[in-house]
């Protein structure tokens, strides 16, 4: 038997998105598993993965819903809050670059002085 990766799972995130998506038994959410993929740790995320699987009283078709209520628990990767903060921060520069560009007085308000205002 030879092994052939598969040529969409290109990176650590999308073969755990995958991995999650089929094993709580949504394989069309895999955008939604790759999301929180880039968000939360691996570890933590196979570790509610199989909880949620081995809950007896839970049916099968709501499995992917409390997954996703149980992420509210978890802590994002420092990678993921860096992005956030950079982001965060690169909006406010934005946001006051642009308040002080609307302080000042547009050209048309001002008025004309000095000799072609004498001779018109």
Do not use: W
């Not at 094993?23 to 929180?36: M, N, T, V, W």
């Not at 149980?70 to 990678?79: D, K």
Request: glycine share 4%; proline share 4%.
């Amino acid at each position: 038997m030879r092994f052939e990766p598969d040529k969409k799972l290109h990176s650590r995130e999308h073969v755990l998105a995958e991995d999650l998506s089929n094993l709580l038994g949504e394989p069309k959410k895999f955008a939604a598993y790759l999301g929180i993929a880039k968000r939360y740790y691996e570890r933590d995320l196979r570790a509610l993965a199989r909880m949620v699987r081995e809950k007896s009283d839970l049916p099968t078709s709501a499995r992917g819903k409390y997954f996703f209520a149980c992420l509210r628990n978890l802590a994002p990767t420092s990678e993921f809050l860096a992005t956030l903060r950079a982001k965060k921060h690169s909006q406010a520069k934005i946001k006051k670059k642009k308040q002080k560009h609307a302080k000042r007085p547009s050209n048309s308000k001002r008025t004309r002085s000095g000799s072609s205002a004498k001779s018109a």
